[in-house]
């Protein structure tokens, strides 16, 4: 065990001279590491969000709100396909908790050919490399002389992944916004969404940017209604709707807010914009919010404001009125501004959310952790202090329990929190505060292996073996103690990574990476210390 | 040359599993006592596993008024509210329980920062749903159980199914142990205490398995000596190792109960007892388990490795 063949020396050096080229760029300020030439090691260890601050925010796509939303559309298709084909129907009705829409075909000699017919709106899913083809995302059947849609499982779970996917596009492009040092927005299960921001301040702010589904519509108003009298009656005129928009700022506190008729066709919607900006009012002053429409949107809003100059038309966000301008004459450059008594700020959030386009569906926040850049100023010092401290007692400890091997160990020690430090920086892995106690609990675990070897050598000194020979079976037999009781660690810690997610996954890697790097510097750093040393002195008692 | 104090004399001769009966009605104690603590004074569940609104905030002033603090937010009409110092004398840390819905536990943070205006420095803000924390009750759950599986299929395949048993059995006792000190103290129990529980799990068994390998090897090299003598052998021949192993674990977690701020004092209190506890249950638990479970000794003897005296376990690598 104790004679090293050339290459191992080498590998092993090689090991540990990369492992502090490689750690220590941690230990300088990040101003001073972009000064380093590109080719020396300069990646640092992440901050977790609870050293460095920021909002850790995870959201919920309502999957009932986006199943009616298909249910909705699947109506619309088989109204749409059966008048196309000319089959009477009766019952068009459609059921959330069966995911089902039906229909009762008149005549019993057409069902078949609506069967037929309505089949057609199934389309295939799922489909990667390993699964091949998985089935319809609509299952069509015949029950008597009706027909049935039912949405499936694999067209839900499809439909599902693809609205998360739109919905971390439109994050990603909200978030953005704030211009702060990589957010991350990863998919987090079947239908939640993990937004991490570092370094934010204004959350309240990135939670009303992201929570904002940021549907955009056109409407006109209905110029024959009196909106106050239907907002108290509730007898909405047919082909009309009620909506509501905030007074205006300078009002009061507690004026109601304004009623609105509007006639329910969308004239265009915010998915024909190409772009908006925040600017200001050429006469007034006011912030504003700028857009432009597509070649499509540009044409159909020119003829509609050509065919209604002087009445009013809405601008809605999710269902909210915005303003309802007068058109003064027809608008036909296709791009045309957002006046709403803004301030500077709503102007600039609403051109990104009109920008950014609209979510699939509505995003709630289920979880939330934010901590402040104060906070995770403190948590980096004391977390320092703290590891520093057990640091220099787990050492003066060693050193005192084991003399000269004490100090091997130490040297080991310092090597392994190198080595911990290079893999972390390395894999872009997070360090959090319960991560820095991972590490100290690591050299508790490091020194323990150090503790079984040297125990080892006292023993086998004891049974009156040369230094040499106690040495080596010291290492040898303390190996396999060494592994069985560090896999059981791993066990414990792999099972910490898969539950915990934020801090306490910081912890697991940290302490996963600690213990094989313990395993390490135990068997081979300080091996080879230890035979060097015996080699060159030639000591006749084992200073133990 | 400095040689090394010796903390524990190599003829250390203890009868540790002699001392069964008084240390089993201490293991039963350390087992019944935190059962009933946590029967009667209940655990101080955290927001993650209850749902609700954590809000920390430091004032301006020094101390902050709690009083202040505490008829603003109760005013809100958010139910059962909590408002402790926390570390130091101008750190407020406010507690709101659970909302009926995921959106009005949001809105609740922002009637919250109205009342307290912009005068205070809102240091962390954690909003906990009702869905996120029963997962996180069902996921904390089954870890500790899959941790405690996975150590028991591990043991058993390196070892024998008494010392599985034994070790399962001390981790339980461990377990309960330790939550009965969250009971005790009335710590926060969230998801960084499950994190706790586990490692104390890992680091405990850690324990375990060095004195297991001893009793595995000894088991070899003295074919005739009673199991009782042989347990006790074997924890001395280990003792300077778990002395000097705990000791220095304990002072490296130690400045962390200090020094490690107010967010991980739990963690590293529960940490710090799970290294005395861990250690106890190794030596008092696991080894007189595996004296009444009775270790087969010919599942060692028959094994191909040479059976004699030390040689053997220089054979196996």
């Known amino acids: 065990m104790l004679h090293f063949q050339t290459w191992k020396l080498v590998l092993v050096l090689g090991i540990v001279i990369a492992a502090i080229l490689y750690a220590l760029p941690n230990v300088f300020p990040r ?14 260890v992440n901050l977790g969000l609870d050293l460095q601050g920021g909002a850790h925010l995870l959201y919920q796509l309502d999957e009932k709100e986006m199943t009616d939303d298909w249910l909705n559309t699947i109506r619309g298709d088989v109204r749409e396909t059966l008048r196309r084909t000319r089959i009477g129907y009766t019952d068009l009705s459609q059921d959330a908790a069966s995911r089902t829409v039906s229909v009762k075909i008149r005549e019993p000699g057409d069902v078949d050919r609506a069967y037929q017919e309505l089949r057609k709106l199934a389309a295939p899913v799922g489909g990667n490399v390993f699964s091949g083809f998985s089935g319809y995302d609509l299952d069509v059947s015949t029950k008597d002389n009706a027909v049935v849609l039912t949405v499936t499982d694999a067209g839900l779970t499809h439909r599902m992944s693809s609205a998360i ?23 987090e299960g079947r239908s939640r969404v993990l937004v991490q921001v570092p370094g934010i301040s204004d959350v309240e702010r990135l939670k009303t940017l992201i929570g904002e589904t ?22 909405v005129p047919p082909g009309d709707e009620l909506l509501y928009g905030n007074p205006p700022s300078g009002a009061p506190k507690g004026t109601p807010q304004i009623p609105y008729v509007l006639r329910n066709q969308v004239l265009v919607t915010g998915q024909n914009l190409v772009d908006a900006q925040p600017s200001f009012d050429q006469r007034t002053g006011e912030p504003v919010v700028t857009f432009r429409f597509d070649a499509a949107g540009a044409t159909r809003f020119g003829k509609v404001t050509q065919e209604n100059v002087g009445l009013p038309f809405a601008i809605i966000l999710d269902n909210k009125v915005i303003s309802a301008p007068v058109i003064r004459e027809p608008i036909l450059g296709g791009t045309g501004q957002i006046s709403g008594h803004f301030t500077v700020q709503e102007a600039n959030d609403l051109a990104v959310l009109l920008r950014s386009g609209a979510l699939p569906a509505k995003l709630t926040v289920i979880e939330e952790r934010t901590v402040g850049a104060s906070l995770g100023a403190d948590s980096i010092e004391s977390g320092k202090k703290a590891a520093l401290m057990g640091l220099a007692l787990v050492m003066i400890f060693m050193l005192a329990g084991y003399g000269l091997f004490g100090l091997f160990a130490n040297v080991a020690l310092l090597i392994n929190i190198a080595l911990i430090f290079a893999v972390l920086s390395l894999m872009g892995a997070t360090l959090t505060l319960p991560g820095i106690a991972g590490i100290v609990l690591t050299i508790g675990i490091a020194v323990d292996a150090n503790v079984l070897i040297n125990e080892r050598i006292r023993e086998e000194i004891r049974a009156g073996k040369s230094p040499f020979a106690a040495v080596d079976a010291g290492y040898s037999r303390a190996l396999i103690t060494i592994i069985d009781s560090n896999v059981t660690t791993l066990i414990a810690v792999l099972v910490l990574f898969w539950l915990g997610s934020g801090p306490v996954r910081g912890f697991a890697v940290t302490l996963t990476v600690g213990v094989l790097a313990s395993m390490f510097t135990a068997v081979t750093v300080t091996r080879l210390m230890v035979a060097y040393w015996l080699r060159w002195t030639r000591p006749q008692l084992i200073p133990i | 040359m400095f040689r090394g104090f010796h903390f524990i004399p190599p003829d250390t001769n203890i009868d540790f599993v002699g001392m069964r009966t008084i240390t089993w009605i201490i293991s039963a104690l350390l087992t019944v006592v935190p059962l009933i603590l946590i029967e009667t004074m209940g655990l101080n569940m955290g927001i993650d596993f209850q749902g609700g609104t954590l809000i920390e905030i430091q004032t301006k002033e020094s101390p902050a008024s709690l009083s202040d603090i505490r008829s603003k937010v109760s005013g ?32 609740s943070i922002g009637k919250v920062k109205q009342a307290l205006g912009d005068t205070v420095d809102y240091r962390r803000v954690e909003i906990v749903g009702p869905t996120i924390s029963s997962e996180l009750i069902a996921s904390g759950t089954i870890a500790v159980v899959v941790a405690m599986l996975g150590i028991l299929i591990y043991v058993w395949f390196r ?44 680091y405990s068994l ?10 595995r090897e000894n088991l070899r090299k003295y074919k005739r000596m009673p199991l009782v003598r042989l347990l006790d052998v074997s924890i001395n021949e280990t003792l300077s190792r778990a002395v000097l192993t705990h000791v220095t674990t304990f002072l490296a977690m130690l400045p962390f109960l200090f020094f490690g701020g107010e967010t991980i004092f739990g963690f590293a209190f529960a940490m710090c007892w799970g290294i005395v506890i861990g250690a106890y249950s190794s030596i008092f638990v696991a080894s007189p388990l595996q004296l009444i479970l009775g270790v087969r000794r010919e599942a060692w003897s028959a094994s191909p490795a040479p059976a004699k005296g030390r040689g053997a376990a220089a054979a196996r690598i």
Do not use: C
């Open chain 1, 165 to 187: 996917q739109a919905s971390i596009e439109t994050i990603r492009r909200r978030v953005d916004a704030f211009g702060t040092t990589e957010p991350s927005i990863q998919r």
């Open chain 1, 214 to 235: 940021g549907k955009l519509e056109f409407k006109l108003v209905d110029p024959s209604a009196n909106a106050e009298q239907i907002a108290q009656s509730k007898v």
């Open chain 1, 31 to 44: 101003a001073t590491m972009e000064q380093v030439p590109t080719w020396l090691p300069h990646k640092q």
């Open chain 2, 206 to 215: 850690n324990d375990k398995v060095v004195i297991f390998d001893r009793v």
């Open chain 2, 159 to 202: 070892f024998e199914w008494q010392f599985a048993v034994a070790a399962i059995a001390s981790l339980i006792h461990d377990v309960t142990g330790t939550i009965g000190l969250y009971s005790l103290f009335q710590l926060e129990f969230n998801v960084s205490s499950i994190a706790a529980l586990l490692t104390i799990i890992g």
């Open chain 2, 76 to 107: 809100l009409g958010l139910g059962e509210v909590q408002i402790q110092e926390f570390g130091a004398p101008n750190s407020v840390l406010i507690r709101i329980a659970s909302q009926p819905t995921e959106q009005e536990q949001q809105a």
